[in-house]
């Protein structure tokens, strides 16, 4: 099977936990084609990765003028992929009708998905339904296992990704400073993207502190959905500390960059903490409503409060005041952290 193409239609966090299914596809089948559709803000990302041929963004209806020229745009796109005439389509989520849509109408010989919402029409747009075993409790195995099945294997089940000279160039203009300036800072994500998934501001700059009283630089990131919590934690410090930089920015380009020069991570459950992850960074992770178990750390630990409601996922725009976050406590966090040796 020489042309492969993996559907894979959710935000970074989850993105970065399927990469290990490009090298399952290299090692098992070095002569394989393999192509990968992506929501748009993350076509540039997967680029990136030599493994891929070809990035297919998705198309939206919000990157249009009309409704018309979107449903255009979309029957090109479905078009494209009939013609490529793919060996083998992997469903890597199969979770609603728009990538049912996409595996089906791709017209390819196997077409791979996920057994566990099984609708009768899944009988006919998948050839291949598989279930995981229940000992498979980590996202990144679920997805080995999915392109397992039909033969595709690899030693290296991690999430990997790369970085070249570019990643570092852009980093370095953002920081202004050279990588023996830049003296292994640690870097804090206080915003998640989700306001019920955050840790308190005053606990993330009484952390901080602590940070700096070891000795260590600290870079605070966050991206356009942590704009709140962000400027609230800059507003705590005042005036500009020394050794606590600000970078409020939206180019993952950079920001695998900004990872990569660092020693680590500590944040908020959030897709730039697994992308440390994949870049060799070990990192702490808050939980509160996020599934722990499947998205817990492969390269760190985590810590959470164990509130009997969490975690819930499906239901954390709901909650009225998310205690599961807000007792967690620093010294937890920090001895957590010592623990890992990111403070050292």
């Known amino acids: 099977?020489?042309?492969?193409?993996?559907?894979?239609?959710?935000?970074?966090g989850d993105m970065v936990l399927t990469l290990p299914v490009l090298h399952a596809v290299r090692d098992s089948c070095p002569?394989?084609?393999?192509?990968?559709?992506v929501e748009s803000s993350l076509a540039d990302?997967?680029?990136?990765?030599?493994?891929?041929?070809?990035?297919i963004p998705l198309p939206r209806s919000n990157a249009f003028s009309s409704r018309t020229e979107y449903f255009r745009a979309y029957a090109d796109f479905l078009l494209s992929l009939r013609r490529e005439r793919y060996d083998i389509v992997f469903d890597l989520f199969s979770r609603g009708p728009r990538s049912r849509t996409i595996v089906w109408f791709s017209g390819a010989t196997r077409r791979v998905g996920i057994a566990d919402h099984t609708t009768w029409l899944d009988r006919w747009i998948?050839?291949?339904?598989?279930?995981?075993?229940?000992?498979?409790?980590?996202?990144?195995?679920?997805i080995l296992h999915l392109t397992g099945r039909v033969g595709y294997l690899t030693d290296f089940p991690q999430p990997?990704?790369?970085v070249d000279e570019e990643n570092i160039r852009k980093a370095l203009a953002l920081t202004g400073k050279s990588e023996d300036e830049n003296n292994g800072y640690l870097v804090v994500f206080p915003g998640s993207g989700q306001k019920n998934k955050n840790w308190p501001v005053e606990n993330w700059e009484k952390l901080i502190r602590s940070i700096r009283k070891?000795?260590?630089?600290?870079?605070?990131?966050?991206?356009?959905?942590?704009?709140?919590?962000?400027?609230n934690l800059k507003r705590s410090f005042g005036k500009e500390e020394d050794g606590v930089r600000w970078f409020l920015q939206s180019d993952l380009?950079?920001?695998?960059?900004?990872?990569s020069l660092s020693r680590g991570a500590v944040g908020n459950d959030s897709g730039p903490l697994h992308m440390a992850q994949a870049l060799g960074k070990k990192v702490v992770v808050l939980f509160g409503p996020g599934d722990h178990v499947s998205y817990r750390p492969f390269l760190g630990s985590f810590v959470r409060s164990g509130l009997f409601c969490s975690p819930c996922q499906s239901f954390v725009s709901w909650c009225p005041d998310n205690q599961c976050m807000k007792i967690i406590p620093v010294e937890k966090?920090?001895?957590?952290?010592?623990?890992?040796?990111?403070?050292a």
């Open 1 to 12: 099977m020489k042309k492969v193409l993996f559907v894979g239609l959710r935000a970074l």
């Open 31 to 37: 002569e394989s084609q393999t192509d990968f559709i």
């Open 45 to 55: 990302l997967f680029r990136e990765e030599p493994l891929v041929r070809r990035v």
């Open 126 to 142: 998948y050839t291949d339904r598989v279930r995981f075993p229940n000992v498979l409790t980590q996202m990144y195995d679920q």
């Open 160 to 162: 990997r990704m790369a």
């Open 214 to 231: 070891a000795g260590i630089p600290v870079v605070v990131l966050g991206g356009p959905q942590d704009r709140e919590p962000f400027e």
């Open 253 to 259: 380009s950079v920001l695998k960059g900004i990872l």
């Open 333 to 343: 966090v920090l001895e957590t952290m010592a623990q890992e040796g990111l403070l």
